[in-house]
T-cell receptor
């Protein structure tokens, strides 16, 4: 079985300040982990993914995430927020084996608001 | 043109009506999925198909059915719509060969309102 918990439903930051979106996961297998972003009235777009290579993963638009197995976390960060980062972000886990193979489990989402 | 196209993008219907949401893709992917998005619940898997002859229920399949007409087409049907099926529906694809880790490519969504 696998699950993912996004620890904040809403995060609000000022433009130019750091962004931290928190995600914890649970998986019976060594998981693949993803962050997707959804802008208003749009589909989801992949930001970055972890697939058992480097634990620090860099994605698009300056985002990065660090896989910490000991903490079962995959937090998303960005050094300096931009107004265009305002969106909903989803942490997603995929199991490479077992009955969940190839299926993704989504977190509940974190809405990021960026203030001028 | 979008790689994953959903029609209609918006639909308002009445309780008891039959509704079909259609999805077509030009990515050549084997796997197709239907998800439902509700505020605060993330995306939940309704049905998925790993190829034309393989259809599987997801975590919330009750009240829904699907048809994989071709590799590129995957339709979701609500035989008798009810108000709690009001939601944003997403079709997605993935390539078994290229992305065994499950990266998905999404359509832009179909917003369904059942009155």
């Amino acid at each position: 079985a696998q699950s993912v918990t996004q620890l904040d439903s809403h995060v609000s930051v000022s433009e130019g300040t750091p962004v931290l979106l928190r995600c914890n996961y649970s998986s019976s297998y060594s998981p693949s982990l993803f962050w997707y972003v959804q802008h208003p009235n749009k589909g989801l777009q992949l930001l970055l993914k972890y697939t058992s290579a480097a634990t620090l993963v860099k994605g698009i638009n300056g985002f990065e995430a660090e896989f910490k197995k000991s903490e079962t976390s995959f937090h998303l960060t960005k050094p300096s927020a931009h107004m265009s980062d305002a969106a909903e972000y989803f942490c997603v886990v995929s199991a490479p084996g077992g009955t969940s193979y190839g299926k993704l489990t989504f977190g509940q989402g974190t809405i990021l608001t960026v203030h001028p | 043109d979008a790689d994953v196209t959903q029609t209609p993008r918006n639909r308002i219907t009445k309780t008891g009506k039959r509704i079909m949401l259609e999805c077509s893709q030009t990515k050549g992917h084997d796997r197709m999925y239907w998800y439902r998005q509700d505020p605060g619940l993330g995306l939940r898997l309704i049905y998925y198909s790993f190829d034309v002859k393989d259809i599987n229920k997801g975590e919330i399949s009750d009240g829904y059915s699907v048809s994989r007409q071709a590799q590129a087409k995957f339709s979701l049907s609500l035989e008798s719509a009810i108000p709690n099926q009001t939601a944003l529906y997403f079709c997605a694809t993935s390539d078994l060969q290229g992305s065994p880790t499950g990266e998905l490519f999404f359509g832009e969504g179909s917003r369904l309102t059942v009155l």
